[in-house]
């Protein structure tokens, strides 16, 4: 072979080899992201849950305008969404419910996602942490 099929045999290489790693980092982005986009689904849905029991009378079973009471039903404390040795984390006062979920991706400096949700009586609001490098 000449030394300009070498030189561009070489150049594939290095080319093909900076795309795997493009598509390697591109892939775990996508997955973080999607995982994040996941749990925070997933307590929307108990963050609603809390809500209508606030809303709910009490003779119906309901909490009558308090949180008071309500919890995490059992097979919501975990899904395939989040760590599988971390339940949901409910805390519950007469004003507001507070939700923590842990993820099961990593960012690039090792830390797990974590979603917090704070449940009040008309409002939602979500913070993420652990989104560093993400």
Known sequence: MGQQQLLLIVLGVIIVGIA???GINVFTASSYQANQDAVTAD???LASMAQQFYRKP???GGGGNTFTGWTVPDQLQNT???DPDT???ATVTA???TLVGTGTEENSAGAKLTVTMVVG???ITSTTFGNVGG
Request: no cysteine; aromatic share 0%.
């Open 121 to 123: 009586p008309d409002a």
């Open 20 to 22: 795997v790693v493009v």
């Open 58 to 60: 009490t003779a119906l």
């Open 80 to 82: 395939s969404n989040m």
């Open 95 to 97: 004003t507001a419910v």
């Open 43 to 45: 307590l929307t849905t």
């Open 87 to 89: 339940d949901v984390d």
